[in-house]
């Protein structure tokens, strides 16, 4: 129901970062838990962080954490993801999710997914 559409992504070198951004339109943007998630060619989608519909709950793989902070700013409608210390094989599309339900966010079953963003880290 909640269309989102990533920004942000391109290309960086090893050990630097990027702040990828999700714009969601509607006015319930507040009900729906977000996160991210990340496919790269040939392998599964990767989950990568989610964040409560208010944002005081936040989890993260254990592959990012330390390296990557996902939040939100409700008055504007959109949910960021800042990554520190990239390596090239982080490279991948990363996908913007919405769900009403949190674990739905974790488990990558949710019902909107963006169109994604291409990150490419380079050595």
């Known amino acids: 129901q909640v269309q989102l559409v990533e920004s942000g992504g391109g290309l960086v070198q090893a050990g630097g970062s990027l702040r990828l951004s999700c714009a969601a339109s509607g006015r319930t943007f507040s009900s729906y838990a977000m996160g991210w998630f990340r496919q790269a060619p040939g392998k599964e989608r990767e989950f990568l962080a989610a964040?409560?519909?208010?944002?005081?709950?936040?989890y993260y793989a254990d592959s990012v954490k330390g390296r990557f902070t996902i939040s939100r700013d409700n008055a504007k409608n959109t949910v960021n993801l800042q990554m520190n210390s990239l390596k090239p094989k982080n490279t991948a599309v990363y996908y913007c999710i919405a769900d009403q339900a949190l674990k739905s966010i974790v488990t990558g079953t949710v019902t909107c997914w963006g169109q994604g963003t291409q990150v490419t880290v380079s050595s």
């Open positions: 964040i409560s519909n208010r944002g005081f709950r936040t």
